[in-house]
């Protein structure tokens, strides 16, 4: 009987795969022990490699390296290093980064909405059926939205991405999920040595680009402005030294500018912006549609990065009205001040939202959040219950995370008014969902 040691790249199984489950894989077993296959699709008989397992794991992890009997909605993959089967041809692991490429645009987001009914049922204890809505009306075969992208570059100073859970580096060429104005940099051609990685922020109101480099220790500043020489005019390039949180301009600005529903917002080095080019616009019209603020109200937007959403409140709650704006991020939280400058019913306060919640005493109306994906915790939901607003609106990038909080707000007597979950990363197994509580 085949056994796979740890990381075992060697064992080759034939496996029927059944259910998707969370994270982008799809479940097979394998002698009663589960094995999470990417690459697959449900009904599918495929050949796999494993990648991680042994013989005392829980579960197995495997790659589809070939396709016996292929799912009807098995499309050609629109991007060559993410395809597992062509990669498995060339002896190589696929990148991350698109791994629903496979898969027809349709049928992602069928699989997305039960994986999120699933979270709802096995973390919440919520029966819901859930539609996936696509983030525009041209949705071009889920290619070219990415506005932001982080390279890895390989020992050779090529231009490269990771392997899934894996250290090692494919280099690319192109990457069809990002908008035209970061391949038009073509930073596939250029010798990027003495960089361990380039990330690039290009707004979709089509503004100058911003790419920044991150050097290896000991890069040269010259080697440094000789790469920054290279790149295309007129995006601006920057020195980004993570460790340090140290960002140097080489050429242009540090920041870049975005633009969402008339409001002008600025965005520093690595600062949070939402990365589908249609985002802003979608999630901004959820959270006001859900929200409905009138003038006077008091608001809270928690997590609330460059502003996206405390402008538009700011605006709807008017001068008499006031806006609780929450960033812990020093670097974003300034970005907040600079573009929410003039609003004086804004109220911008940088640290964590859990600790600026215990200061905080006054009454509000309505709350926004939109934390990272582990999610805000039951403390938060606990403190916003103790605020008393009459209603939550809830931005999530994770189905298991928000199921979970929702759980904990369903306990303190909270509904689930309305819910609307975005395809606002096509092409992978992400998804955003916008959850409207109300109290009982
Ligand atoms: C998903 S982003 C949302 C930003 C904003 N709502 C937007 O759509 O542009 C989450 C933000 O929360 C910030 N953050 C993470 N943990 C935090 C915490 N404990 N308290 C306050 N902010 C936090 C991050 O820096 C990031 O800007």
């Known amino acids: 009987m085949p056994q796979a040691t740890d ?21 097979a077993r ?33 790659d589809t390296i070939e396709v016996l009997e292929a799912s009807p909605h098995r499309v050609e993959h629109p991007w060559a290093p993410a395809d597992a089967l062509l990669a498995a041809k060339a002896g190589k692991p696929p990148v991350g980064g698109a791994e629903f490429g496979h898969i027809a645009l349709d ?22 059926s859930v539609s996936v809505e696509p983030a525009d009306a041209n949705d071009d075969g889920g290619l070219g939205w990415r506005t932001r992208a982080a390279f890895a570059v390989d020992q050779s100073g090529r231009l490269a991405m990771n392997a899934h859970r894996s250290d090692q580096l494919i280099p690319v060429a192109d990457m069809p999920l990002a908008v035209p104005a970061i391949n038009e940099l073509r930073l596939w051609e250029q010798d990027l040595s003495q960089l361990v990685r380039v990330e690039v922020a290009a707004p979709a109101n089509g503004s100058a680009p911003l790419v920044l480099l991150v050097p290896a220790k000991g890069a040269s500043p010259r080697r440094l402005a000789a790469i920054a ?34 409001h002008e917002y600025r965005v520093t080095g690595e600062g949070f912006w939402q990365i589908h ?5 979608v999630l901004t019209g959820a959270v ?3 929200l409905d603020p009138q003038p006077g109200q008091r608001v809270a937007d928690l997590y609330a990065g460059a502003g996206l959403f405390t402008a538009p409140l700011a605006a709807a709650v008017g001068p008499s009205g006031g806006v609780l704006s929450v960033e812990g991020s020093p670097g974003t939280s300034r970005d907040a001040r600079k573009n929410l400058h003039g609003m004086e019913q804004v109220q911008i306060v940088q640290g964590k939202v859990e600790n600026v919640l215990q200061r905080h005493h006054d009454r509000l109306d309505a709350v926004v959040l939109d934390p990272p994906r582990a999610g805000a915790g039951r403390k938060v939901v606990e403190q916003l219950h103790g605020k008393r607003p009459s209603v939550v609106g809830y931005v999530a990038c994770d189905p298991a995370s928000f199921a979970r909080d929702l759980g904990y707000f369903l306990k303190l007597g909270w509904e689930l008014r309305d819910l609307r979950v975005f395809d606002l990363y096509p ?5 955003e969902s916008f959850g409207l509580l109300v109290r009982a």
Request: glycine share 10%; aromatic share 6%; hydrophobic share 35%.
């Open 277 to 281: 080019r249609s985002a802003p616009q």
């Open 107 to 128: 049928e992602q987001r069928a699989l997305k909405a039960a994986i999120f009914e699933e979270q709802l049922h096995r973390l919440a204890g919520m029966e819901r």
């Open 30 to 62: 394998h002698e009663g022990r589960v094995v999470f296959v990417r690459h697959a699709l449900p009904g599918e008989r495929v050949r796999v490699r494993v990648t991680d397992g042994g013989p005392d794991a829980g579960f197995w992890r495997a």
């Open 427 to 431: 092409n992978t197994h992400h998804m």
């Open 7 to 27: 990381r075992d790249s060697d064992l080759e199984l034939e496996l029927t795969v059944s259910a998707p489950a969370h994270g982008g894989h799809f479940i």
């Open 229 to 262: 020489g290279r790149i295309p005019a007129p995006a601006s390039v920057a020195v980004w030294e993570p460790e340090e949180q140290r960002l140097t301009r080489l050429r242009g600005r540090t920041w870049v500018s975005e633009s969402c529903r008339g």
């Open 288 to 290: 006001l549609a859900g």
